[in-house]
């Protein structure tokens, strides 16, 4: 690792820090649910826009049609082209009803 620091005392790295974002992707054929990576000042459409043409997408699971579990892996790179879209998983938990305590 390399680094050094400027006459105002900033220092800086050659290593980039990035954020985990659990995240679900639908791609053409299937759905996975994983983390992406995006720096801490950026969107996940900034890392989309970027000139990779894969994602890397970290503890995966990818399911069929059928929402049937097909592989588990630690690692995935997809090609973004095939990425029709993705939801921060949080966003999801965030949108599903809450038990109220109503009862029939």
């Given at each position: 690792m390399t680094f050094h620091i400027d006459e105002k005392g900033k220092?800086?790295?050659?290593?980039?820090t990035k954020k985990?974002?659990?995240?679900k992707i639908q791609t053409i054929t299937h759905q996975i649910e994983g983390n992406i990576y995006t720096r801490h000042d950026e969107r996940i459409i900034d890392e989309l826009m970027t000139?990779?043409?894969?994602?890397?997408?970290?503890?995966?699971?990818?399911?069929?049609?059928?929402?049937?579990?097909?592989?588990?892996?630690?690692?995935?790179?997809i090609n973004k082209a095939?990425?029709?879209?993705?939801?921060p998983m949080e966003e999801i938990q965030?949108?599903?009803p809450t038990d109220l305590g109503v009862q029939d």
């Open positions: 220092f800086f790295t050659n290593i980039i985990s974002i659990q995240s000139e990779n043409q894969f994602l890397a997408v970290t503890d995966a699971v990818i399911y069929d049609m059928n929402n049937e579990v097909l592989i588990e892996c630690e690692f995935l790179s095939h990425i029709i879209w993705i939801i965030a949108s599903q």
